[in-house]
């Protein structure tokens, strides 16, 4: 594939991923009947759509996972295609100049993933920051909702 090509497939798939992606930041507290403790974070990306056409795609380019999801009474079926952490982040690098609507969830996302694995013990400061992060993604995530506040 020319490098012409690699650009317009690129420019393809985050005009999709633009349209019906979603990039979240999970943190998961560990029961404390867990053989873990402490708190385990990441960086998620995912689409799902009925059309599970463009999801080879998706897969070959960046990685990730795809699966069907169970059907809920009279909808189609749908596929979602998720990547976490390292697969996520360099998938928001490579859209991120073709991003518009998903611009700065990506840049939030990737501030967030620069940030993971640099010391075993997270300091109050880091996690507080990426409290922030979550919560800054989440406003920007729930701007197509319709509330009464309107």
């Known amino acids: 594939m ?17 349209g019906e992606g979603c990039v979240n930041i999970q943190e ?14 990441r ?30 009474g009279n909808r189609k079926q749908q596929w979602v295609w998720t990547a976490a ?10 859209m991120l100049p073709y991003l518009v609507v998903k611009c700065r969830q990506a840049e939030l ?11 075993p013990q997270l ?4 996690i507080i920051g990426r409290r922030a992060l979550k919560e800054a993604l989440g406003i920007l995530n729930g701007k197509g909702r319709i509330t009464d506040d309107v």
């Not at 996302?109 to 010391?119: A, T």
């Open 2 to 18: 020319d490098s012409m090509d690699d650009e317009l497939e690129l420019a393809y798939l985050a005009g999709f991923f633009d």
């Open 28 to 41: 998961y507290i560990y029961p404390p009947t867990a053989n873990r403790s402490g708190t385990a974070w």
């Open 85 to 94: 952490a390292n697969d996520a982040s360099n998938a928001l690098l490579l």
């Open 43 to 72: 960086l998620r990306i995912q689409i799902g759509n009925t059309c599970p056409d463009v999801f080879p795609l998706f897969v070959r380019r960046f990685g990730g996972s795809l699966r069907m999801q169970k059907r809920h």
């Open 123 to 126: 300091t109050n400061n880091q």
């Open 109 to 119: 996302g990737l501030d967030f993933q620069s940030d993971m694995g640099k010391s």
